[in-house]
């Protein structure tokens, strides 16, 4: 069935009376900016964790808005302005800008391992590109759809999907730590929703809020009773998931590993592989382990 793309941007742009196409665009679709020089020797400044490479970037008017010392981004491959699937290769930073507004320089950095440094020089190119959310808003929007693809996915498996409040008043009940309650079969389980660590897309990132209940940004294994974790960041399919259940790797031989500060809490950032033994393609693989 074809799209009337009219009457969608119509339903897209209805609450935001005056809003353009252009308006939208730029606030769901980073700037993608081409790199001017890249040099790929690596270095460390001294007192700072991250190792380090460095690039350039002219700047033009479409962009110079942006382009400002601190200003971050992410290079991605110059497929992806072609077509191809979205990949972050490595991060950038703006250090600074010349006296004339024409050049920018700037860094290249992954982790603060010197390894994850060179594994993404080794693929990125100056061909490739820095790209830039220019309001801040991708983030969001990808977390978004990260949450709508996972409820269709378990729609689409059978599963009752119920997602949690971002807020509870406190007349009406505790706040629930998870993002979803699913249904099978009359029984309810809790899920939580996260990605893989954008610095490393080999493991997830489960982390929680500090707050009194957790003295650590590690989530806790009682909080819910099993993980789904977006793949986006690796396949670029947004309907790509990793499930995993809730439970410490010493106590069920498909858990997952404590952190080693806080034993009920789960270690933030363990490796994230399908078939690994912890990690399942589907929550149907995982719905029945206890």
């Known amino acids: 069935m074809p799209i009337d793309y009219q009457s969608l941007f119509e339903r897209l742009t209805k609450r ?11 606030i769901l679709c980073p700037m993608l900016i081409p790199i001017r020089t890249l040099d790929k020797a690596i270095f460390k400044i001294p007192g700072q964790p991250h190792w380090r490479a460095s690039f350039t970037i002219a700047i033009t008017e479409e962009w110079a808005d ?12 110059n497929s992806y302005k072609g077509g191809g699937g979205w990949k972050e290769i490595a991060k950038g930073r703006i250090l600074k800008v010349d006296d004339h507004g024409k050049i920018a320089e700037g860094e290249v950095y992954c982790g603060g391992k010197k390894k994850e440094l060179e594994a ?43 997602r949690m409040p971002e807020d509870m008043a406190q007349h009406i009940g505790k706040y629930r730590h998870y993002d979803f309650e ?3 079969g009359g029984v309810t389980k809790k899920v939580e929703a996260k990605s893989l660590w954008g610095t490393n ?15 650590t940004s590690s989530c806790k294994f009682e909080t ?13 399919n947004i309907r790509d998931f990793a499930f995993s259940r809730s439970v ?16 009920a809490h789960v270690n933030q950032n363990p490796t994230c592989d399908i078939g690994d033994g912890t990690w399942f393609a589907s929550l149907d693989e995982v719905w029945g382990l206890a």
Request: hydrophobic share 40%.
């Open 201 to 215: 897309t080999r493991f997830a990132r489960l982390i929680h809020s500090k707050t009194d209940n957790y003295p």
């Open 120 to 162: 993404a020089l080794a693929i990125l190119s100056a061909d490739d590109h820095l790209e830039i959310d220019q309001y801040g808003a991708s983030a969001k929007v990808l977390s978004g759809l990260v949450e709508y693809s996972l409820v269709q996915v378990l729609k689409d498996a059978g599963y009752t999907v119920r």
């Open 182 to 184: 699913v249904e099978k």
């Open 248 to 263: 410490p790797r010493n106590v069920k031989p498909y858990g997952l590993p404590r952190a080693e500060k806080y034993p």
């Open 66 to 77: 942006l382009i400002v010392p601190g200003r971050t981004g992410k290079f991605v491959p």
């Open 224 to 236: 819910q009773d099993f993980f789904a974790v977006s793949l986006f960041l690796r396949t670029g």
């Open 16 to 26: 935001y009376g005056g809003t353009t196409a252009e308006a939208l665009e730029g």
